[in-house]
């Protein structure tokens, strides 16, 4: 059966093998990201850029200002051509961002053999990595299909966890476990600014941040809230860099909880 196609576009010769799939009913961007479609078949001149560079423009421009700023129009501003220029290369923003995405996931960490718990906690913090080092990589969509780099990821996951017995359902639940832990956490790193942060954009940043303290305290108690005010004595508070206890002690209880559902 031949492969379905969006109007304009080619499947690649090596790849029109891969199905029986309805294209035109793939998501923006799936098809691209693994090679099947090829944009450089299409008719007309030989492109003057290609689709890699347009990747790696968008990367530049995300890295910089976040996801908004790999636009269409940006891209096509940085690299001298016209928007409409663009969909000779991708097909849409959201091919774009799917494409972009792909190439920030990267490959995955080489895992230990042996000791699923040891693999899994190493994966967990690479990914947590990835995301503080790409934070706009926390606003692409979810719902983004599998790609190549990101199902990389997920395999490498899956292949250490084999090892408990477990069924590819609770597998994959305990890899959704893993990467919200991993995405929560630097989220909250994004959008907590720390104090020497605030020092830096305010020298009388530390008397506001004390103040809020000191009245926070009062207020909590005279509400009986003793045990959140008891808490934010706790000098990380106050701490000019975040620790990574709290992502660290979130993930030990995940994997606690995995090993004690492995061995009931």
Partial sequence: MT?????GREIAPDRAHTDDAD??????????????????????PKPAHS??????????LADKEGIAAASLPKVAARIGVTTNALYRYVSSKDELIVLLADRAWGDPPTLPDGDWREAAALWSRQLFERFLSRPWL???PTTVSL?????????????????TGMEAQQMLNCAYLLDSHARYGANLRRNTPT????????????R???????????QLRSRNLNAVADAMEDPM?????????????????????IEAYVQR
Wanted: charged residues 25%.
């Fill in 237 to 257: 508070f106050l701490a000019d860099e975040p620790p990574l206890d709290g992502f660290e002690f979130g993930l030990a209880r995940i994997l606690d909880g």
């Fill in 208 to 218: 506001a941040v004390r103040a809020v303290q000191v009245f926070l305290d009062s």
């Fill in 138 to 140: 926390l606003d692409v």
């Fill in 3 to 7: 492969p379905r196609k969006s109007p």
């Fill in 147 to 163: 790609t190549p780099h990101n199902a990389a990821w997920l395999d490498a996951l899956i292949t250490v966890l084999k090892s």
């Fill in 195 to 206: 104090p020497a942060a605030l020092r830096r954009a305010n020298p009388d940043q530390q």
């Fill in 23 to 44: 294209f035109e009913a793939l998501p923006p961007g799936l098809a691209a990201a693994w090679g099947v479609v090829d944009t450089g078949g299409r008719r007309g």
């Fill in 51 to 60: 689709v890699e560079k347009i990747i790696a423009v968008a990367t530049e």
